[in-house]
C-alpha cells in the first residue's frame, strides 16, 4: 500500500510540474492523467472513464463548446463591436459599466467567452487612455467571475458542486437557486474596485 503512495504522490508531482511550466495543453494533461493512473493499476477502466458519464462534466463540455462556437462564427466580435460605441464614456463610468456587463452575460455563458470579448475592448481603452491593459482587464475578469456564481451554469464549479450533491443524496439546485447571492457579491465587487 505505501507504494501506491509514493505512486500517487509522484504523479500529482509531475502533474503539478506539467501545469505550471505549460508543457502541453490543458486536455492533453488531463488525458495523461488517467492513462498514466490506467497503466500504473491504480484506477480500473470503468473508473478512468466514470467522469465521462456525470453530467456535470458533459454540460461543462457543453459550454466549452458552444464558447469556441460564439468565437468562430464572429458573434464575440459582434458584441465587442456592440460595446465599443460606449468607449466616449469617462473611465470611471465605464469601468463599472463594462463589469456589470461582464457579470451579468457570464451568469449565462462561459466567462471565458465574455472576458475574450472584452480583451478587444480594453485593448483600444489601454491606448486611450494610457494606462496598462492588465489594469482594465482584472476587473471584468473578477466581476465576470462573480456574474457566474449567480446562476447553475454561470461557472463550472456550480455544475461539480451541483452533480456531487445529488450524488450524496442532497436535493439539487434550482437554475436561479443562489442568484440574490450572487447579485450581492457581483455588485459588492463592483463598488470595491
Known sequence: MAFEIILIFA???????????????????????????????????????????????????????????????????WLANGLKKLNTLHLALLIPLYMFISGTISAFISTTAVVIVFIKLMSDLSARFNIPQGKLLLPVSFAGILGGSCTLM?????????????QLGAEKFGFLEFTGYGIIFLVIGIVVV
Open 11 to 77: 504523479i500529482l508531482l509531475v502533474v503539478m510540474l506539467l501545469f505550471a511550466f505549460e508543457v502541453f495543453s490543458i486536455d492533453k494533461i488531463a488525458i495523461l492523467i488517467i492513462v498514466v493512473l490506467l497503466l500504473s493499476k491504480l484506477v480500473t477502466p470503468e473508473e478512468a472513464i466514470s467522469g465521462f458519464s456525470n453530467t456535470a462534466t458533459i454540460t461543462i463540455l457543453c459550454i466549452m463548446i458552444i464558447a469556441v462556437a460564439m468565437e468562430q462564427n464572429g458573434v464575440i466580435t
Open 154 to 166: 454561470g461557472t463550472s464549479t456550480n455544475l461539480v458542486v451541483n452533480s456531487v450533491a445529488k
